[in-house]
């Protein structure tokens, strides 16, 4: 079992450019979750996909940030336009099933926006 | 708002010595309580957690308290070691089909 895999583990992008980042979820897993990690907020909530449904996005900026589950095997989180507030480890976890079990992260994809 | 809050950015102990981490939370539908481990450079980890039908979960070294009607829960650790010097998370959430809300972290240090 590989755990949960991010990829890619840096990117760098210029402003204004767009940005991919792609995670694999346990394989079994039902739940998976975005969740973005800077020093001054710690680690806020995305979004969050359950048998590859959307059910909550509260935590995802509504302008240039967009999720996706295609498949039981693979999410992206895409940011359109980046700006340097971007700038910050993007990780993606996944549990059995639910919020309240453990979840498991991956290492993350840290975004540099210059 | 931040819905989930640890008081103490960081904290100091010597190895050996018992230690408390405070986490309070806003929620009154909360019931599910954990506390995640982070290493440098590496993702948080499931240290303990508890569901709130129950006050009190030990695992070893490591026990969670809650106190509902406080909103309050925390992380007791005994006979502390170097090894425990990490990043600790507490996290929070309704359980089902919503999110899990995180504190902004304790960084804690233990003195050999």
């Known amino acids: 079992n590989a755990g949960v895999i991010q990829t890619p583990r840096h990117k760098v992008t210029g402003k204004g450019q767009e940005a991919t980042l792609w995670c694999e979820p346990i394989?079994?897993?039902?739940?998976v979750f975005w969740y973005r990690q800077t020093i001054v907020q710690g680690l806020e909530f995305l979004t969050y996909f359950r048998n590859q449904a959307p059910i909550d996005d509260s935590g995802m900026p509504k302008e240039r940030f967009s999720a996706q589950m295609p498949n039981q095997s693979h999410s992206t989180l895409k940011i359109q336009s980046t700006q340097p507030q971007d700038s910050a480890v993007y990780l993606c976890?996944?549990?059995?099933?639910?919020?309240?079990?453990?979840?498991?992260f991956g290492h993350g994809t840290k975004l540099s926006v210059l | 708002g931040q819905q989930v809050k640890q008081s103490s950015p960081s904290l100091t102990v010597q190895e050996g010595g018992i230690l408390i981490l405070n986490c309070d939370y806003e929620n009154d539908m909360f019931d599910y309580f954990a506390w995640y481990k982070k290493y440098p450079d590496n993702s948080p980890t499931l240290l303990i957690s508890?569901?709130?039908?129950?006050d009190k979960r030990e695992d070893g070294r490591f026990t969670v308290f809650l106190n509902k009607s406080g909103k309050h829960f925390s992380l007791h650790i005994t006979a502390s070691q170097p090894e425990d010097t990490a990043v600790y998370l507490c996290a929070a959430g309704p359980g089902g089909n919503n999110k899990l809300t995180f504190g902004q972290g304790t960084v804690l240090s233990v003195i050999p």
């Open positions: 976890a996944s549990s059995l099933r639910y919020s309240n079990e453990r979840l498991f």
């Open positions: 394989s079994g897993h039902s739940a």
């Open positions: 508890v569901r709130s039908n129950v």
